[in-house]
């Protein structure tokens, strides 16, 4: 079992920048890859980054690339969203998940509202 509990939501201006954070207990991360999706009101959850907690590998969804930044700590077992030049269309909750690529485990955190105002 791990326990996902996000942190550093917030209301922004255009232009700004956040740092989520989502910090992972239970068991070791080391077998998963660690994720950040939101979901904006009217609209179904969607990928914005991932990466192997492992290996370090990421990748991005076409509309952060170049904004944000998926990153972890493994000291601290937690995982970061660095998200800058945010704007109105970012404004969603943000969830963390903690998947194996087997498809066997996955677990989501409980989400933190991000909001961009013009």
């Known amino acids: 079992q791990v326990q996902l509990v996000e942190s550093g939501g917030g209301l922004v201006q255009t232009g700004g920048s956040l740092r989520l954070s989502c910090a992972a207990s239970?068991?070791?991360?080391?077998?998963?890859?660690m994720a950040w999706f939101r979901q904006a009101p009217g609209k179904e959850r969607e990928f914005v980054a991932r990466?192997?907690?492992?290996?370090?590998?990421?990748s991005y969804a076409d509309s952060v690339k170049g904004r944000f930044t998926i990153s972890g700590d493994h000291a601290k077992n937690t995982l970061y969203l660095q998200m800058n030049s945010l704007t109105p269309e970012d404004t969603a909750v943000y969830y963390c998940?903690?998947?194996?690529?087997?498809?066997?485990?996955?677990?989501w955190g409980q989400g933190t509202q991000v909001t961009v105002s013009s």
């Open positions: 990466i192997s907690w492992s290996g370090g590998d990421t």
């Open positions: 998940r903690a998947f194996t690529t087997s498809g066997r485990y996955n677990y």
């Open positions: 239970g068991r070791s991360l080391n077998a998963y890859v």
